[in-house]
């Protein structure tokens, strides 16, 4: 047993029996290796891919994609591989999918990555609602998309006092009515005339003329009877507030029913009108 022990170690030793083993080691490894590079790119792999043509701002859902075996050399300019990375996402605004067609990156953006997100963004119960502003109403362009406002009414009528005369005139003076008509109004947008985003891009001074945001239908259609109303004169004005800091921000809603009950009075008809006007879920105004 010695002997043997002995004869191994020598054998090991050998400056010849190195060499020999180290070659056919190296022939192992490259053969390894160039099989492994050869079947990575040859071994076809399982992509996603477009089942239906997929228009741009379309979210895309599970039954949209299919998958099928691509061997890995012919994948080209960042294929999207995972469809985890695809479902629920959306088609970017200037691309439009074939069908049959792989998704590269680019091509697949979050709903937030879109232009128009905003029209998406709002609970499905709200309506949408742009008021317009300027500069000075929203405190030198400090009101932010996220932030909330309250939103104040200014109503101003025009009454005469006393009766004219052949020599004299009937003098006159304004009646203004001011208050909080709506509270915790959530900003969505700030846009300036040309409908870009203000905030978009803050290496351009744009100035606002929107304030985009989203409440019940009721107050919606309370707040179109105040931009619609002729003889009064009304103004909506949006004042910042610190609710977005809070960790539960209230809920938008009227914060003075006064304000509430004028509008609806002095928008409904007055006039005989009325029997030949339709019915239905039309808000009359004045």
């Known amino acids: ?16 029996t190195v060499t020999v083993v180290g070659v056919l080691l190296m022939i192992v490894v490259l053969y390894v290796g160039y099989n492994y590079k050869i079947n990575s790119k040859l071994n076809p792999q399982s992509v996603p891919y477009a089942v ?14 299919g998958t099928t075996e691509v061997p890995p050399a012919m994948l080209k300019g960042n294929p999207i591989t995972d469809a985890r990375n695809i479902i629920n996402r959306y088609v970017n605004a200037d691309t439009c999918i074939p069908a049959g067609s792989l998704f590269y990156e680019g091509s697949v953006v979050n709903l937030s990555e879109l232009p128009d997100s905003i029209i998406y963004e709002y609970p499905e119960d709200q309506v949408l609602v742009n008021m317009a502003v300027n500069t000075t109403n929203t405190y030198g362009n400090k009101i932010y998309p996220g932030n909330y406002i309250d939103i104040y009414l200014k109503i101003v009528k025009e009454v005469e006092e006393g009766t004219s005369t052949p020599t004299t005139s009937a003098s006159s003076t304004d009646k203004i009515m001011l208050g909080k008509l709506l509270e915790n109004v959530k900003v969505l947008d700030v ?4 409908g ?28 179109r009877k105040t931009m619609y109303l002729r003889t009064y004169e009304a103004t909506l004005i949006p004042v910042p507030t610190a609710e977005s800091l809070k960790k539960n921000p209230g809920e938008v809603a009227v914060s003075n029913t006064e304000l509430k009950d004028f509008i609806n009075e002095i928008t409904v008809w007055t006039d005989d009108t009325t029997s030949t006007l339709p019915t239905g879920n039309l808000q009359n105004t004045q």
């Open 1 to 16: 047993m010695g002997n043997v022990s002995i004869a191994f170690k020598k054998f090991l030793t050998n400056k010849n």
């Open 52 to 65: 239906q043509k997929l228009d741009p701002k379309t979210k895309i859902t599970k039954d949209m994609i």
């Open 191 to 194: 846009v300036d005339a040309n």
């Open 196 to 223: 870009d985003s203000v905030f978009e891009n803050l290496d351009e001074k744009r100035t606002p003329a929107q304030i985009i945001f989203a409440v019940p239908e009721e107050y919606h259609i309370l707040l």
